[in-house]
């Protein structure tokens, strides 16, 4: 099982939009609608921002923003702030309980 | 509030075993399934393991299967994964997380504990 396609760096301005693609297969990222995304901090742990494609945890900005298209699934940062200055990891289910992250986006607040 | 809490990390031999544990609290334990993740110094996320609410679905990375074993003691609220034969390349970060499902199919972590260092060198 290969690992999901992430773009290895992403920047914008504040106040801007940018969006961080995620490129499997039909077998995980394309077969299922359970891509999740992550965003972590340096030193610290991973947190869920998305899951299920485009849903929302309790407490995650509404600037974060999921959506997926066939093979590729994306994550977008509305309005940028410095604080979403992290890394940023996709994640799907890929059949028989099998899970595949992606490789990871630094993303970087200009 | 939910918590996750790993133990048991720390530098051992190549070839040698470890056994990390992750004390849960906040949830109703028994009822939601669990991973470990790992983090090589510098790299990225790596699923390492998965573990049903039950116990009766576990899965593993293809480097890990046959060396590494996940289990779970709903009694005591504690995730374990036991890791044999060692190797260098298992230098990472472990964290434990919590599913947002129960089963097998991942729905997405929603709560990691803070991690623990694992280092395999001589």
């Known amino acids: 099982q290969s690992a999901l396609t992430q773009p290895p760096s992403a920047s914008g301005s504040p106040g801007q939009s940018v969006t961080i693609s995620c490129t499997g297969t039909s077998s995980d990222v394309g077969g299922y609608n359970y891509v999740s995304w992550y965003q972590q901090h340096p030193g610290k742990a991973p947190k869920l921002m998305i899951y299920e494609v485009n849903k929302r945890p309790s407490g995650v900005p509404d600037r974060f923003s999921g959506s997926k298209s066939g093979n590729t699934a994306s994550l977008t940062v509305s309005g940028l702030q410095a604080e979403d200055e992290a890394d940023y990891y996709c994640s799907s289910y890929a059949g028989n309980n099998y899970v595949l992250f992606g490789g990871g986006t630094k993303l970087t607040v200009l | 509030q939910v918590q996750l809490v790993e133990s048991g990390g720390g530098v051992v031999q190549p070839g040698r075993s470890l056994r990390l544990s992750c004390a849960a609290s906040g949830f109703t334990f028994r009822n939601f399934g669990l991973h470990w993740v790992r983090q090589a110094p510098g790299k990225g996320l790596q699923w390492v393991a998965i573990?049903?609410?039950?116990?009766?679905?576990?899965s593993y990375e293809d480097s890990v299967k046959g060396r590494f074993t996940i289990s779970r003691d709903n009694s005591k609220n504690t995730l374990y994964l036991e890791m044999n034969s060692l190797r260098p390349e298992d230098t990472a970060v472990y964290y434990c997380?919590?599913?947002?499902?129960?089963?097998?199919?991942?729905?997405?972590?929603?709560?990691w504990g803070q991690g623990i260092l694992v280092t395999v060198s001589s």
């Open positions: 997380a919590k599913d947002r499902g129960s089963t097998g199919v991942t729905r997405g972590l929603d709560y």
């Open positions: 573990i049903s609410f039950d116990d009766s679905t576990k």
